[in-house]
């Protein structure tokens, strides 16, 4: 299938800054791809030349068959943004500000009205509808915005952040919803800087820093990516004979094998899942008996350390 | 079309969000005409102006007409201080349609704030003239008002798409309406222009406002013959700032 979003070197800068630099990047139709990266990562600028808000400085977008340098116009009317910091004139309420999005989006009045008393319902701020937005939390600010995509349902959706403020019942309405966007046949791009969010919510994500795409694969692929990134802990009722370890490091994704404890031993390795049963039999074969194990597997915020050398927190401060 | 005529009606229900700022404002006008116009009216020589109160009140009308037109920018330019100007460009619709809704949703603004001064001009006029405008002299000082409206509108988009300080803005506002004012016959005829500030003359015959003020007052009162260069002078003003409005919100996505 070809790919929705095509980037080819997409630069832009700003007078000397370079917020986003020669990115490449394929979107395909009906995926979500997470944008990942710190504050000034060039998420932003990104989407918003996606968007055609920015032109690009070098290269360009392909939104579908169209190039956003020459066809900014039909461009456009593939793509729905909702943006970090919600959109709204203070004298806005959040019906005014649907409807009126609807309006321009072209969708007929019944319509409109179906589905943006859907969308405010589900998110609950259907009892605030007719209130204007200073008068409005952060969180239903935001919510405001993320509905004008959920009521406009574009073939290409980009959420930029879309539950910063938002509460945890309100963040798992709005992750819902949002696959159920790409269900119907959306494709979602959704720039965030919380991992969790990235990881439960796209099928591949892009990690970006400094206006560079560093790497872009499926979470799981990434996670595996950093050599001894998945950590097993195992326990024995007794001490550790000596030649555990040597046998441990002879599984091939074994990376590392430290002795954490008197009694215990922590395997870094690759695809923990793949080495387990060798782990198993090996301790069977030894007539060990473990207390315990335990999995763990790195974060993204390991993926991200591992490319950047920082983590997300470190990069933000920087 | 729709898309141009939502543009236009969120800009206008905008607007009268403010109706109670608007009655104060327009009541200031009307202060300003019989109060100040009317003690004026006793102090300027009849060799000049024959009555300051009547000269007065037409040219008060286009000077309401191009305040109330110019607030649209000041709502561009809020837009583009708080990034919402991100938003409009984002929206499925292109950027012509964009600039022309704003533009056209200020001209109305405009038309819509004069209407009543228009109404308290044309019983002034009356009163003092004793006729009332035919149908087509009407339609022509709507049509001249609307697109001094128009102009006006574009005017101050441009200039508040022009940068995203509020003080440069406000600044450049405030130039724009000590200039626009100063050299008009708003407030006193041309001929007292070209006797005292020679060469402000030309400034003032070409400006807009004056060609505003001038047509209204020749065919409400009937003082001087309304000609085509007054009318033409309005169109290009509307034209010109209309363009230069749709240009300055192309090239905000060049940044």
Same mark, same amino acid.
């Given at each position: 299938?070809?790919?929705?979003?095509?980037?080819?070197?997409?630069?832009?800068?700003?007078?000397?800054?370079?917020?986003?630099?020669?990115?490449?990047?394929?979107?395909?139709?009906?995926?979500?791809?997470?944008?990942?990266?710190?504050?000034?990562?060039?998420?932003?600028?990104?989407?918003?030349?996606?968007?055609?808000?920015?032109?690009?400085?070098?290269?360009?977008?392909?939104?579908?068959?169209?190039?956003?340098?020459?066809?900014?116009?039909?461009?456009?009317?593939?793509?729905?943004?909702?943006?970090?910091?919600?959109?709204?004139?203070?004298?806005?309420?959040?019906?005014?500000?649907?409807?009126?999005?609807?309006?321009?989006?072209?969708?007929?009045?019944?319509?409109?009205?179906?589905?943006?008393?859907?969308?405010?319902?589900?998110?609950?701020?259907?009892?605030?509808?007719?209130?204007?937005?200073?008068?409005?939390?952060?969180?239903?600010?935001?919510?405001?915005?993320?509905?004008?995509?959920?009521?406009?349902?574009?073939?290409?959706?980009?959420?930029?952040?879309?539950?910063?403020?938002?509460?945890?019942?309100?963040?798992?309405?709005?992750?819902?919803?949002?696959?159920?966007?790409?269900?119907?046949?959306?494709?979602?791009?959704?720039?965030?800087?919380?991992?969790?969010?990235?990881?439960?919510?796209?099928?591949?994500?892009?990690?970006?820093?400094?206006?560079?795409?560093?790497?872009?694969?499926?979470?799981?692929?990434?996670?595996?990516?950093?050599?001894?990134?998945?950590?097993?802990?195992?326990?024995?009722?007794?001490?550790?004979?000596?030649?555990?370890?040597?046998?441990?490091?002879?599984?091939?994704?074994?990376?590392?094998?430290?002795?954490?404890?008197?009694?215990?031993?922590?395997?870094?390795?690759?695809?923990?899942?793949?080495?387990?049963?060798?782990?198993?039999?090996?301790?069977?074969?030894?007539?060990?008996?473990?207390?315990?194990?335990?999995?763990?597997?790195?974060?993204?915020?390991?993926?991200?350390?591992?490319?950047?050398?920082?983590?997300?927190?470190?990069?933000?401060?920087? | 079309?729709?898309?141009?005529?939502?543009?236009?009606?969120?800009?206008?229900?905008?607007?009268?969000?403010?109706?109670?700022?608007?009655?104060?404002?327009?009541?200031?006008?009307?202060?300003?005409?019989?109060?100040?116009?009317?003690?004026?009216?006793?102090?300027?020589?009849?060799?000049?102006?024959?009555?300051?109160?009547?000269?007065? /009140? !037409?040219? @008060?009308?286009? &000077?309401? =007409?191009?305040?109330? *037109?110019?607030?649209?920018?000041?709502?561009?330019?809020? $837009? +583009?201080?708080?990034?919402?100007?991100?938003?409009?460009?984002?929206?499925?619709?292109?950027?012509?349609?964009?600039?022309?809704?704003?533009?056209?949703?200020?001209?109305?603004?405009?038309?819509?704030?004069? /209407? !009543?001064? @228009?109404?308290? &001009?044309? =019983?002034?006029?009356? *009163?003092?003239?004793?006729?009332?405008?035919?149908?087509? $002299? +009407?339609?022509?000082?709507?049509?001249?008002?609307?697109?001094?409206?128009?102009?006006?509108?574009?005017?101050?988009?441009?200039?508040?798409?022009?940068?995203?300080?509020?003080?440069?803005?406000?600044?450049?506002?405030?130039?724009?309406?000590?200039?626009?004012?100063?050299?008009?016959?708003?407030?006193?005829?041309?001929?007292?222009?070209?006797?005292?500030?020679?060469?402000?003359?030309?400034?003032?015959?070409?400006?807009?406002?004056?060609?505003?003020?001038?047509?209204?007052?020749?065919?409400?009162?009937?003082?001087?013959?309304?000609?085509?260069?007054?009318?033409?002078?309005?169109?290009?003003?509307?034209?010109?700032?209309?363009?230069?409005?749709?240009?300055?919100?192309?090239?905000?996505?060049?940044?």
């Amino acid at each position: 299938m070809a790919p929705i979003i095509r980037m080819v070197g997409l630069t832009k800068r700003f007078g000397g800054f370079t917020a986003v630099d020669r990115l490449d990047l394929e979107v395909e139709e009906g995926e979500i791809l997470g944008l990942l990266g710190p504050n000034g990562a060039g998420k932003t600028t990104t989407i918003l030349m996606l968007a055609t808000v920015l032109k690009p400085t070098e290269g360009t977008v392909y939104i579908g068959p169209y190039d956003v340098t020459k066809e900014a116009d039909k461009a456009r009317r593939l793509v729905g943004v909702a943006f970090q910091e919600p959109k709204l004139l203070w004298v806005d309420s959040p019906w005014s500000v649907l409807n009126w999005h609807a309006k321009v989006c072209g969708l007929p009045s019944g319509e409109r009205r179906r589905r943006i008393r859907w969308v405010l319902e589900e998110l609950g701020i259907w009892d605030v509808r007719f209130k204007s937005a200073h008068s409005l939390s952060g969180g239903t600010r935001k919510r405001v915005e993320v509905a004008k995509i959920l009521v406009q349902r574009p073939k290409i959706a980009i959420f930029d952040e879309p539950t910063a403020q938002v509460d945890v019942v309100g963040k798992h309405k709005i992750w819902g919803m949002i696959r159920e966007l790409r269900d119907e046949g959306s494709t979602i791009i959704l720039a965030t800087n919380e991992l969790h969010e990235a990881d439960v919510l796209s099928q591949r994500i892009a990690i970006m820093h400094r206006g560079k795409l560093l790497v872009c694969d499926e979470p799981r692929r990434l996670k595996d990516s950093i050599p001894g990134g998945d950590v097993v802990e195992v326990s024995f009722e007794g001490g550790v004979p000596e030649m555990v370890t040597e046998e441990l490091r002879r599984i091939p994704t074994v990376v590392e094998v430290s002795a954490a404890r008197q009694n215990q031993v922590k395997i870094y390795l690759n695809r923990a899942e793949e080495a387990l049963p060798r782990i198993a039999e090996l301790l069977l074969r030894l007539g060990l008996q473990a207390k315990s194990m335990r999995v763990s597997e790195p974060s993204l915020d390991d993926v991200f350390a591992h490319y950047t050398g920082l983590t997300i927190e470190e990069a933000q401060r920087r | 079309m729709r898309a141009l005529l939502a543009v236009v009606e969120r800009d206008f229900r905008y607007f009268l969000r403010y109706r109670w700022w608007i009655a104060g404002m327009v009541s200031m006008n009307l202060a300003d005409l019989f109060i100040m116009a009317l003690v004026y009216a006793r102090m300027t020589n009849p060799d000049v102006v024959v009555d300051y109160f009547v000269f007065f /009140a !037409p040219g @008060l009308t286009v &000077t309401a =007409a191009f305040a109330a *037109a110019f607030m649209i920018g000041r709502e561009v330019n809020m $837009e +583009l201080r708080r990034e919402v100007t991100h938003y409009m460009l984002s929206l499925p619709i292109e950027r012509w349609k964009l600039a022309a809704g704003r533009v056209i949703s200020g001209g109305i603004r405009g038309v819509a704030y004069v /209407a !009543p001064l @228009l109404a308290t &001009t044309l =019983a002034i006029t009356n *009163a003092y003239t004793g006729r009332l405008p035919t149908p087509p $002299e +009407l339609l022509t000082v709507l049509a001249v008002l609307s697109s001094l409206c128009l102009g006006t509108s574009g005017l101050s988009i441009a200039l508040a798409l022009s940068t995203k300080s509020f003080e440069k803005y406000v600044t450049a506002r405030s130039v724009v309406y000590y200039a626009l004012f100063f050299c008009s016959t708003v407030f006193y005829p041309l001929s007292l222009v070209e006797r005292v500030f020679p060469p402000l003359a030309i400034p003032a015959r070409l400006n807009p406002v004056s060609c505003g003020a001038d047509l209204s007052r020749a065919l409400l009162l009937g003082w001087a013959e309304p000609t085509p260069f007054m009318l033409v002078d309005v169109l290009l003003y509307a034209l010109v700032f209309g363009l230069l409005a749709a240009s300055s919100y192309a090239r905000t996505t060049r940044k």
